[in-house]
């Protein structure tokens, strides 16, 4: 109830605080390259429902259909206003409507696609009994995860063997003891990340 709370009151004044940076941001999108400022992706939350994810676009269109894993900033689906985006972690503020709407939480497992989901283990899917978050600790862990990807030969079958399940390992912690404290910190942590 409290995390539920603390939700709805941070992305409400989160929105409102960051409407200037969204037109912004919309003018730069729009400037760069052909196509919507937002880009929506099917996800999978909580329960194993299915819901669209918003995300400022950092690709070219119909960039997703020639895979799912960015690489780097080798890939050449990335527009130049994209490069930044990602490497500051713009490209994640719209999902604060998602957060607003109960999609998601502020921090909980990030959301995968369909794909990757149907892979988990029984004891995977326990991931799926929290609302998905905009950041948790794999993501600041795995923060330099396109670099990694980009070192390898195959980088979805790395993201499969070894990535995936090493981020499944530290959201399966989180759903065990999460709480708002937690969360408290885990957001502090975040922004730490990207100011670093």
Known sequence: MMKRLFDVVCSFFGLICLSPLFLIMAVWIKCDSRGPVFYR???????GRDFY??????????ADKKGLITVGGRD??????????????LDEFPQ???????????VGPRP????????YTPEQLHVLDVRPGITDMASIQYSNENELLAAVDNPEEYYIRVIMPDKLRMN?????????????????????????
């Open 76 to 89: 050449p689906r990335v527009t130049p206003s994209g490069y930044y985006i990602r490497k500051y972690k």
């Open 172 to 196: 399966l912690e989180y759903v065990q003891h999460h709480s708002l404290l937690y969360d408290l910190r885990l957001i502090f942590k975040t922004i730490s990340k990207i100011l670093d």
């Open 96 to 106: 604060l409507i998602n957060v607003l709407k109960g999609d998601m939480s502020l």
């Open 41 to 47: 992706q099917l996800r999978v939350g909580r329960g």
């Open 53 to 62: 994810l918003y995300k400022f676009r950092s690709m070219y269109l119909d």
């Open 112 to 119: 995968e696609v369909r794909k990757y989901v149907d892979m």
